[in-house]
């Protein structure tokens, strides 16, 4: 069965992207031992990958641009793009105004389960 995840850390604007990554992973590992494949942005090519295939045994697929200037629609790139739109429509979500870390992951995830639970009625 195919299942896709989104997983989020919120980290301060110092941490590279790669670094970020271990945090991601590290969280993840405990809740979800079976992850097969990770899609991650070009920001994350290079010691990343190694270190994930390393430490974690999942592959990491890197979502490269082929053009800089033209439109192209990225396999499995968009599905975070389309969430950080849906995100960017809650006022307190649209600009940084969290001071602390743990605050700005807890206004994601009431977020999304506010969308979750508009879909969940609807239905």
């Given amino acids: 069965m195919l299942g896709l995840i989104l ?5 301060p604007a110092d941490i590279q992207d790669r670094d970020g990554g271990k945090l991601l992973m590290n969280r993840l590992g405990r809740r979800f031992g079976r992850l097969k494949l990770i899609f991650a942005d070009g920001g994350y090519a290079g ?4 270190w994930t295939a390393g430490w974690y045994g999942g592959v990491v697929e890197i979502v490269k641009r082929i053009a800089v200037h033209t439109f192209q629609v ?3 790139r968009w599905i975070v793009e389309r969430t950080f739109s849906w995100l960017g429509r809650y006022r307190r979500l649209s600009k940084d105004y969290e001071t602390l870390i743990e605050c700005s992951e807890a206004m994601i995830h009431i977020a999304m389960i506010n969308l979750m639970v508009h879909r969940l009625s609807r239905g």
């Fill in 7 to 11: 997983a989020l850390v919120v980290h």
């Fill in 47 to 50: 010691r990343f990958v190694d």
């Fill in 74 to 76: 990225l396999p499995k």
